[in-house]
């Protein structure tokens, strides 16, 4: 049974190249006679950052090898465990990211947790260049009281859970409350509001909601007052969301639609100027019952005001909180540098600062921002950066062992890495076990069956 009532409330060109001649580039060409071997360049991270960064590597250098290295036992990062299951469009950049895999001079390892199995000196010991793409694991806390409560989860555990990532597989919320509170208005907030307000049996047609049956909107007309005027300054996809905003706020719905939301048996909304202070317990403390959020209001104006408290509170029950105020990324190693406060490797166009050699893509590169698109042009600049310093001889010019030498060192340690063959075994195994039930694939949960399942 699912809540029938859910809220959630708000905290508050790419450089032109001349292309390539046929093969590869006559520096290239230079710089392979000196070493006497291809540039062998590992990858750290398989989502589309790492797969991005691999693809242009490949492409824009003929001889070069790419090694990418994954901590889960299967590829694919956020694509596979974190975009919603109604959104299976944009999973598909999976076959791109497959046909980078299959290349003869690229190679997947999963199950290697690079900082744990093997650290980033012996990497870059053993590669010409190092690029560091392992993503946002962590969520930003809330920082208030009783944020450690049963029934308060970050929205990336909770997508976690719903997209069958193992280390969340037991989360276990309960979802038999009649409200939910999610605390933000991003685009995991919002993926998270629509799985939970999507029925199940729609879910698993995994089909793009145009609009959602059985629920009907809350909004405040006053949250919208003097955005008409505004529109003409917006660009054109905010413009898009915020007239849609305003017409479902303002305008009375006709009488078709009127029914509609009579009948509907769920309801979201959208509140603003509303910052946590408190998760408020139950009565005997076990759990979640609801949260305490300061009022605030606008100082300045435009894209520089900011949000300050009024001094009033407002209390609201609720039997599930979800925080999804941002993710963050983790330091990865000692060797790296670290910004603890952006949450990012401190970088110049993808060169790690201070550290020749070693390169960032992604999220922790720029932080947790954008889209998949953003990504991909993100990680194409860095590939160029280090195929331009590769081309200006800045990088090291003997010959470097690459997988080989990580691979005897993970043998030392008792490490099996996963290939990307071993990958689509498991693969099959999911999409045959979903035909079973009529669903695209049955995900597996558990990395020790996995394991079996490769005969491990």
């Not at 990062?77 to 791109?96: I, S």
């Not at 859970?161 to 605390?183: H, K, Q, V």
């Not at 490490?415 to 990307?420: A, D, E, M």
Request: aromatic content about 6%; glycine content about 8%.
């Amino acid at each position: 049974m699912a809540p029938r009532c859910w809220r959630w409330w708000h905290w508050s060109a790419w450089p032109r190249t001349r292309p390539p001649p046929a093969g590869s580039t006559p520096s290239s060409r230079r710089l392979l006679s000196a070493q006497e071997q291809p540039p062998q360049i590992c990858v750290v991270g398989s989502g589309p950052a790492g797969f991005y960064t691999a693809q242009h590597l490949l492409k824009h250098h003929a001889q070069a090898r790419v090694d990418i290295y994954e901590k889960q036992l299967v590829p694919f990062g956020l694509v596979r465990f974190g975009v919603a299951p109604d959104h299976p469009e944009v999973k598909n950049v999976t076959h791109t990211f497959t046909q980078t895999a299959r290349s003869d001079r690229c190679a997947f390892h999963g199950n290697v947790v690079v900082g744990r199995d093997v650290t980033v000196p012996e990497l870059r010991e053993a590669y010409h260049a190092v690029v560091l793409s392992y993503g946002a694991e962590d969520h930003r806390a809330l920082g208030i009281p009783g944020e450690e409560l049963p029934g308060v989860f970050s929205a990336r555990a909770f997508v976690g859970w719903y997209n069958g990532l193992p280390e969340n597989r037991e989360l276990a919320p309960d979802l038999s409350c009649d409200t939910a509170m999610i605390l933000g208005h991003g685009n995991v907030a919002l993926d998270v509001a629509r799985i939970l307000l999507t029925p199940p049996e729609q879910l698993e047609e995994l089909r793009e909601m145009v609009q959602l049956p059985g629920t009907r909107p809350m909004l405040d007309p006053a949250d919208f007052l003097g955005l008409q005027d505004r529109l003409k300054e917006m660009p054109r996809p905010r413009k898009r969301l915020t007239e849609l905003l305003l017409r479902t706020a303002t305008e009375k719905p006709e009488r078709e639609e009127a029914a509609r939301r009579a009948e509907a048996s769920r309801a979201w909304g959208l509140r603003f100027l509303r910052s946590p202070q408190q998760v408020l317990p139950s009565p005997d403390g076990q759990r979640v019952a609801g949260i305490r959020l300061a009022v605030t209001r606008l100082e300045g104006v435009g894209e520089t005001a900011w949000a300050v408290p009024t001094g009033d509170t407002e209390d609201l029950p609720c039997g599930l909180v979800l925080s999804s105020v941002g993710y963050k990324s983790r330091p990865i190693d000692p060797s790296v540098p670290f910004d603890p406060k952006l949450g990012v490797i401190p970088n110049t166009e993808g060169r790690v600062v201070d550290v020749p050699g070693l390169y960032c893509s992604g999220w922790v590169k720029r932080g947790p921002t954008g889209v998949i698109a953003t990504t991909m042009t993100d990680s194409f600049l860095t590939s160029q950066a280090l195929l331009q310093d590769l081309e200006a001889g800045l990088l090291p010019a003997g010959p470097r062992p690459g997988h080989a030498a990580i691979e005897a060192l993970l043998s030392s340690r008792g490490v099996r890495p996963i290939s990307f063959s071993d990958w689509e075994k498991l693969d099959a195994t999911e999409v045959s076990r979903g035909q079973r039930t009529g669903k695209p694939r049955e995900k597996l949960l558990d990395p020790q069956e996995m394991l079996r399942l490769l005969g491990r």
